[in-house]
C-alpha cells in the first residue's frame, strides 16, 4: 500500500495543462489528476487544491476544495473582494463604469474597494464628492497616490490574507500601484498617451500576485464581459446597497421608474439616495432590458 502525502496550496497561474501552486514558500509545478478531468472539473486559477509531491518542484493535483465564486473569462475562483482603481484625472472617472463594476461584484458577492489614484494631482475635495456619491453603499474609498503613497498602507491593510482582483480602466494606475505594494513585481507602466496610442491593456494574462504575505492581487480586469447578462431587472436594486432600506414600495413589482408611490424616488428627491447612482440605475435597467428582448 502506497501512502500519499497530501500538501494545500493555492493555483497562482495556469498554462498549457501545467498549475502553478504555491506552497510554503515554493512553486510546485502540477498535472491535474486524471480523475479530475474524467470528471469534467478543470483547475482554475485561485482554486485551493490538495496535491502530492512526485518531485521536490513537481506534483499531481487531487482534489480541488469547493469554490466561494468563480469568474469567468479569464477564470479565476475564490475572489474576496473586487477593488476598482480608478484616476481622478487622466484619465477622468467613468462612473456609469464604476457602478456597473460594484453591481457585478455585488452579484458575485464580492466585497467593494474603490481606490481613487493620482490624488496628488487635484484637490482633496474630490475625495468628499467620491465618499458622497457612494455615502450608504458600505463601499471602502481610499485616495491613493503612486508619486507620494499616500493611502498605500489603508490598500495594504485591505488586501491583507484575501485575494483581490483589481479592475479599472487603462492608465488608471493598477501597475503602479502593485509595483508599489511590492516593488519585486516590476510590472510594465507606461504613460497614458502611450497606452491609449496602443489601445489595449498592458495587462493581459491572468495570475495571482502574491504581493504581500497570503495576500493575492489578480493582474487582468477582473471582469473582461461588462455587459450585464444573466441579470434579472428585478434584482438589479438589490445591487445598490444604499437603496435596500427603501425598497418597500407600494407595488412590490416596483422597478423605480415611474410608478406611483415608489419610495426610491421620494429618497431621491428628499436626497436620500445619491441622483447620479440612481440615473446609473436607470441607464444598467434598460441595458438589462435591452439584453433579455435579444
Ligand atoms: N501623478 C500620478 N501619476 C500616476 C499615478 N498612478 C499612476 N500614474 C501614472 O499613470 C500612468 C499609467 O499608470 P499604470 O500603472 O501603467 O496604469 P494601469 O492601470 O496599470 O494601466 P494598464 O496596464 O493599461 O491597465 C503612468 O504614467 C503612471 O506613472 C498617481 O497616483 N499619480
Ligand atoms: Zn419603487
Not at 475564490?78 to 480608478?86: A, G, K, P, R
Request: glycine share 6%; charged share 25%.
Amino acid at each position: 500500500m502506497v501512502f500519499i502525502v497530501l500538501n494545500q496550496g493555492i493555483i497562482v497561474k495556469a498554462l498549457s495543462g501545467f498549475y502553478y501552486v504555491k506552497w510554503q514558500d515554493k512553486i510546485i509545478e502540477c498535472r491535474a489528476r486524471g480523475k479530475l478531468k474524467k470528471d469534467n472539473i478543470k483547475p482554475v486559477v485561485g482554486d485551493k487544491v490538495e496535491f502530492g509531491l512526485i518531485s521536490p518542484t513537481t506534483g499531481v493535483i487531487e482534489t480541488i476544495q469547493e469554490r466561494k465564486n468563480c469568474l469567468i473569462r479569464p477564470s479565476v475562483a475564490n475572489i474576496d473582494q473586487l477593488c476598482l482603481t480608478f484616476s481622478a484625472i487622466d484619465p477622468l472617472p467613468d462612473y456609469l463604469l464604476m457602478d456597473r463594476l460594484t453591481v457585478l461584484a455585488r452579484k458575485n458577492s464580492l466585497e467593494v474597494t474603490i481606490c481613487i489614484t493620482k490624488i496628488d494631482l487635484i484637490d482633496k475635495g474630490f475625495l468628499d464628492y467620491i465618499s458622497q456619491r457612494f455615502k450608504d453603499t458600505g463601499y471602502t474609498i481610499i485616495g491613493i497616490s503612486n508619486k507620494t503613497l499616500e493611502g498605500l498602507d489603508k490598500l495594504k491593510e485591505k488586501l491583507k490574507g484575501k485575494i483581490t482582483t483589481l479592475s479599472g480602466p487603462s492608465g488608471a494606475g493598477k501597475s503602479s500601484l502593485i509595483n508599489n505594494i511590492n516593488p519585486q513585481f516590476k510590472l510594465a507602466v507606461a504613460s497614458v498617451s502611450e497606452k491609449t496610442k496602443r489601445g489595449k491593456h498592458t495587462t493581459t494574462f491572468c495570475q495571482l500576485l502574491e504581493v504581500m504575505e497570503n495576500s493575492f492581487v489578480v493582474d487582468t480586469p477582473g471582469f473582461t464581459s461588462l455587459e450585464l447578462t444573466d441579470f434579472d431587472i428585478y434584482e438589479l436594486d438589490k445591487y445598490f446597497p444604499e437603496f435596500i432600506p427603501y425598497l418597500n414600495c407600494r407595488f412590490t413589482s416596483c422597478l423605480h421608474q415611474k410608478e406611483e408611490g415608489c419610495n426610491i424616488k421620494t429618497a431621491v428627491e428628499k436626497g436620500l439616495i445619491n441622483p447620479e447612482r440612481y440615473n446609473s440605475y436607470l441607464a444598467l435597467l434598460e441595458e438589462i432590458r435591452e439584453n433579455s428582448q435579444e
